[in-house]
């Protein structure tokens, strides 16, 4: 299994800028597909972003497209999500998953998660 560990999560301010990081442990010959997703108080967690490892592809939720970014570092083996024209309704716990690819949408299809990271939206 994959191993993953978010970082970078706290308060931004509304409009404002902010970048998780997740450490990937992985089999480096393997190739992944690496999303993140995010669950709000009383919400299901829902999809936001993934990237495969191998080949970079992307694909993001509707409403991220545009603002957040999501990125893979071969080198240090981590994926990051940029976040920018933070809104208020971003705020929520945000985890890193993996799976085989390709890319899906749904938690289900996802062997591996890490522990999350809190992000909070000031006015």
């Known amino acids: 299994q994959v191993q993953l560990v978010e970082s970078g999560g706290g308060l931004v301010q509304a409009g404002g800028s902010l970048r998780l990081s997740c450490a990937v442990s992985?089999?480096?010959?393997?190739?992944?597909?690496l999303g993140w997703f995010r669950q709000a108080p009383g919400k299901a967690r829902e999809f936001v972003a993934a990237?495969?490892?191998?080949?970079?592809?992307?694909y993001y939720a509707d409403s991220v497209k545009g603002r957040f970014t999501v990125s893979r570092d071969n080198v240090k083996s981590t994926v990051h999500l940029q976040m920018n024209s933070v809104r208020p309704e971003d705020a929520a716990v945000y985890y890193c998953?993996?799976?085989?690819?390709?890319?899906?949408?749904?938690?289900?299809?996802?062997?591996?998660w890490g522990q999350g990271t809190q992000v909070i939206v000031t006015a």
């Open positions: 990237i495969t490892w191998i080949g970079g592809s992307t």
């Open positions: 992985r089999r480096t010959s393997a190739n992944y597909a």
């Open positions: 998953a993996a799976r085989a690819p390709p890319i899906k949408t749904l938690t289900e299809f996802y062997d591996s």
